[in-house]
């Protein structure tokens, strides 16, 4: 019986060793990184184990056994075993965790007790976004974040930026307001992005959070051995539509239509067998059929970006560092003709070092230094001015296919050789409006960068005086610098460079009249710093937070000054008084209180300060014990509302002591007194009325939220209402000063104008995990916004009410309203007198103030029509999913309901009497074709060009497959020094649907700017 015991007890211990296996692998968070201390429990039992400091974990399960990964601040994830021995983890971060932190308004808060509305973006979707331009990256991320995408220029192609509807947000990196633009700040240095939306959120920053502020906080150090991380990418980049325009056959045919409607013949009439030659090609450099946009621009070019960054540290210092480079190409199609390549050409040198210093159990000194240096080459362009590149792209549309040969070929003079030099062979550029000759022969621009930047802060724990009190001390110090330099050719020994045309016999016509060679010598003409910027700002700050029980109290108390020095100007300083307190119950109930008293150097004394409160309230009825135990399946329902107060001085632009008056002797005013004239006696002119009561408008802002969660957060959301009133904003009365009071200044800046704005945003995010390991989630947002003008200065005593500004929306626009053609002799002679002298097949205008006149002016017969700057409906969709090491997202953004008006010379064929346009305006009115989509056509004087008009509106709204990443993370346990290894492909601007057909409907056609670009983009990333 003793050796049947002892068998039974042998084969229950193999029975039991053999129904264990032990289960091993990684635990990785959202970044790739590492997560150490990660609870992983065998699902009913008390079997477990931590993960260390690599992540890696070890466990013995039973067969059939589901693991539970958990670890604070990320979803618990559940992951059957099925016979598996290795088993890696990716954790999600729980989006509305208790212990995430979200940054604010001069520090930090848990999710959990915000009571602002704050968005946040984490830089990980940044690096999926595909751009490189952190402006454009943020396109789509948020509610109420609206990013205009206007220009694909290499180094320029920022777009405008708008919260709520506002434009110019206050942007602060790890606090600081920045200097020299953020949209090249390399975004893998990002750690997250915050978006501060309401009173609450904004009012500590005074009159600089009146639009908004976003606060992009960097990736500092870890503890933990050093982890070395190189990324490159490989870019193709392509216009996202090439227009379709007129052939030259087409365009001249349309041509002779106006001239036959005018009866303008002088103005190119071509004959029958000028249209055949056009029609058949035949005589390519006599009769050229030139496709600008497909000269002008390239198919494809590449581009390169790449950074490498170190991070890691130990109890005594943490550190990370990155330096990074982009080479920007470019889809503009250029050639080196002379001693210079004018090729548009963009380079970005960025490094980054943030080192935290544990000097003493209770001090710490944090270190922030961060260099950035841009080079950008263009074409100059007549007058080197940027704004010139419209004539450029938007002559594109303009220019006629058959009017100028953009270069002539060498061998055309093999053909067509020249009189005055027989044998000569080479290129000669065409005469007249030649944008192939703009591009390449006035010279080369060069633009240079500098930004840098040092921040030193300062952290005493002040636990020995009272528990949760630190004291700290912040100096930061920003230079930022701009030059050129610029080279053309000899303007005083070569006064233009010689064009030319072949003539239809065969002979050639020089611009000049004259025929004969140049040497073309383009040499250093200017080098300087066009601008320079210095910001000094230091910062005093008093926290304390401690917990009592189920009480949680924070207070904070701040002294900053700002110093800003532009070029050599007398500086600008901005002081901020700051104090702030929460409190909240077992996070159930909360309350937040915020003042800011801000002062400014613009106002006099008296109106440079101002008192800023702000308060909000929650409620979270989820963390109810009665909830939790009838209602579990909802983890998050937090109510809450804000108010706050901050201040605005836009309205001033850059006018600066506009409270004081200043005199100055005129010029040709004098008066004379008795017989001798040779001592007239000069007058003094009051030149600026000054204002010594102007001070702040008061921005109003009230916000209610809800938040919500459903499932152990799987379902998520959010809702907002939001309204903004602003009071006394600044505005310079249109009014004329008569000369004989004494000034010839304007009237001087007050504060006047009042708005209000209003609407709601919507966001659902939807995110599960599978038995199988697979994750996905679906998620998504709409905001709608309004701004609405309560009272004008624009709008004076006798302004008519359907002209007046108020009462309209923000950016309401003064047009004539069309009611159809003129399609008889009759109705022409009796409409009202026009000074555009209108005829058949043109536009009837409406005489809206029934005077019998019709005029093109706000005050008379315009009628102002909602055409805001920014959409007031967006939306974004975002879809993500990953399975063993294969992860893709994509994101699809969209405006509805955004109008906008095209400019004339793109509205109608023929602009400014060129024969060219667009394929669609050829269904112009002719007396057969009377309901046509366009009025007839003109090549002199057009009369629906008058006035901007109604039928010049044109809908704007598309939908965007913004974004798309495919991505796969190889095991690395084969490679020996190598943690992470991910290959990608991402890219931005994908798809486009909308009804333009011509371009890129987010530009909106202000002036033919330059071409937005899609961008693909082949990477990979490695971890050492």
Not at 58 to 68: D, H
Not at 209 to 217: E, K
Not at 520 to 534: C, K
Not at 663 to 688: A, C, H, K, M, W
Request: glycine share 10%; aromatic share 14%.
């Amino acid at each position: 019986m003793k050796h049947f015991n002892v068998l039974l007890l042998f084969v229950a211990i193999s029975y039991y060793s053999t129904a264990q296996t032990i289960v091993s692998g990684v635990v990785k968070g959202e970044d790739d990184e590492p997560l150490p201390g990660v609870t992983i429990i065998e699902k009913g039992t008390q079997n477990g184990n931590i993960s260390d400091v690599e992540g890696r974990y070890s466990v013995r399960v039973n067969e059939g056994a589901t693991l539970i990964f958990s670890f604070v601040g990320y979803v618990v994830e559940e992951v059957p075993v099925n016979g598996r021995a290795t088993i890696d983890v990716s954790m999600t971060p729980s989006i509305l965790s208790l212990k995430e932190i979200v940054v604010v308004g001069y520090g930090e808060q848990e999710k959990a007790s915000v009571l602002s509305a704050i968005d946040k973006v984490d830089g990980e979707q940044l690096q999926e976004v595909g751009s490189p331009n952190l402006i454009n990256a943020l396109s789509g991320m948020s509610p109420g974040l609206n990013v205009v995408i206007e220009s694909g220029k290499p180094g320029g192609e920022d777009g405008d930026i708008f919260v709520r509807g506002m434009a110019n947000p206050l942007i602060l990196v790890d606090g600081v307001e920045i200097v020299g633009g953020f949209s090249n700040i390399d975004h893998r240095d990002v750690e997250n992005i915050s978006i501060l939306k309401d009173g609450a959120a904004t009012a500590v920053y005074g009159m600089r959070g009146a639009n908004g502020v976003i606060i992009i906080t960097t990736k500092r150090g870890t503890e933990g051995r050093p982890k070395i991380t190189w990324n490159s990418e490989y870019t193709i980049k392509s216009p996202v539509l090439t227009p379709e325009v007129l052939g030259a056959c087409e365009a001249q045919s349309a041509l002779n239509a106006g001239i036959l409607n005018d009866q303008a013949y002088g103005a190119g009439y071509s004959s029958e067998q000028d249209l055949a030659h056009w029609r058949e090609g035949d005589l390519p450099y006599i009769y050229p059929d030139t496709d600008w946009f497909d000269l002008l621009l390239k198919k494809s070019v590449a581009s390169h970006n790449h950074n490498v960054g170190l991070r890691g540290g130990n109890k005594f210092v943490k550190y990370y560092a990155s330096a990074g480079f982009l080479q920007e190409g470019d889809i503009v199609r250029t050639a080196k003709f002379f001693n210079y390549d004018p090729e548009f050409d963009f380079k970005r040198y960025s490094f980054r070092a943030n080192l935290d210093f544990e000097l003493t159990k209770t001090t710490t000194l944090k270190s922030s230094i961060h260099s950035r240096y841009e080079a950008q080459n263009q074409p100059r362009i007549s007058g080197n001015n940027q704004n010139n590149f419209k004539r450029v792209f938007g002559g594109a549309y303009l220019s006629a296919p058959g009017g100028v040969v953009p270069l002539y070929p060498a061998e055309v003079m093999e053909e067509y050789p020249d009189e005055l030099y027989p044998g000569l062979a080479e290129p000669r550029f065409g005469s007249g409006a030649n944008l192939f000759a703009d591009l390449n022969t006035a010279g080369l621009t060069k633009r240079y960068h500098t930004v840098f930047n040092a921040d030193f802060e300062l952290q005493q724990n002040l636990d020995f005086l009272t528990k949760g009190l630190k004291l700290l001390g912040r100096y930061n110090l920003i230079t930022n610098y701009r030059s050129a330099e610029g080279i053309a050719w000899n303007g005083v020994q070569h006064p233009r460079i010689d064009t030319y045309t072949l003539e239809r016999d065969g002979s050639w016509f020089s611009f000049e009249g004259r025929n004969y060679e140049r040497p073309y010598e383009h040499n250093l003409t200017s080098e300087n710093l066009n601008n320079s910027q210095e910001n000094t700002y230091y910062q005093v700050q008093l926290r304390y937070k401690n917990k009592f029980d189920k009480h949680n109290v924070s207070a904070m108390a701040l002294f900053a000054r700002l110093k800003r020095i532009q070029g050599t100007n007398f500086p600008l300083f901005n002081e901020d008084w700051v104090g702030r307190a929460t409190y909240n119950y077992d996070y159930r109930y909360f309350v937040e209180i915020n003042g800011s008293y801000n002062g400014d150097e613009t106002f006099a004394e008296g109106y440079r300060f101002m008192f800023f409160p702000s308060f909000a309230l929650g409620y979270n009825l989820a963390n109810e014990s009665f909830i939790r135990q009838s209602f579990d399946v909802l983890s998050n329902f937090k109510i809450r509302y804000s108010y706050g107060q901050t201040g605005q001085k836009s309205g001033l632009d850059n006018a600066r002591w506009q409270y004081l008056s200043f005199y100055d002797v005129g010029s040709n005013n004098r008066y004379f007194f008795g017989e001798d004239l040779t001592n007239p006696l000069r007058v003094i002119f009051e030149d600026q009325i000054g204002n010594p009561t102007l001070t702040w408008a008061t921005v109003a802002k009230q916000n209610l939220g809800v938040e919500f969660g459903f499932f152990d957060d799987k379902i998520s959301g959010n809702l907002e209402f939001f309204e903004d009133r602003r009071k006394n904003l600044i505005r310079r009365p249109s009014g004329a000063v008569p000369s004989y009071v004494g000034s010839v200044a304007p009237l001087p800046f007050a504060n006047l104008d009042e708005t209000k704005r209003h609407g709601w945003e919507l966001e659902l995010t939807y995110r599960n995990t599978t038995s199988g390991g697979f994750k996905y989630s679906v998620g998504g947002f709409y905001g709608f916004n309004e701004n609405r003008i309560v009272r004008s200065v624009a709008d004076g005593a006798e302004t008519p009410e359907y002209s007046r500004v108020a009462g309209k929306p923000g950016g309401a626009v003064p047009l004539l309203q069309t009611d159809g053609y003129f399609q008889n002799i009759d109705e022409v002679v009796n409409y009202p007198e026009f000074a555009g002298k209108p005829g058949l097949g043109d536009y009837r205008y409406i005489d809206y103030n029934a005077n019998g006149t019709v005029i093109g002016n706000a005050n008379e017969d315009q009628v102002r029509f909602d055409l805001p700057r920014a959409p007031k409906n967006s939306y974004s969709i975002r879809l993500s999913a990953s399975y063993k090491g294969f992860s893709v997202s994509a994101m699809f953004n969209g405006v509805i309901g955004y109008e906008g008006l095209i400019i004339s010379s793109l509205a109608y064929a023929l602009p400014e009497g060129e024969a060219a346009g667009r394929p669609e305006h050829l269904d112009y009115w002719t007396p057969s074709n009377p309901d046509a989509a366009y009025p007839a056509l003109h090549v002199t004087n057009n009369p629906n060009l008058f006035a901007p008009h109604t039928s010049r509106i044109m809908n704007f709204d598309f939908l965007k497959l913004r974004n798309a990443n495919i991505s796969y993370d190889f095991k690395t346990k084969r490679f020996k020094n190598i943690s992470s290894l991910r290959l990608y492909v991402n890219g931005n601007n994908l798809i486009t649907i909308s009804d333009i057909d011509f371009g890129d409907p987010e530009g909106q056609f202000r002036g033919g700017l330059y071409p937005v670009v899609r961008r693909v983009n082949f990477g990979i990333r490695v971890g050492f």
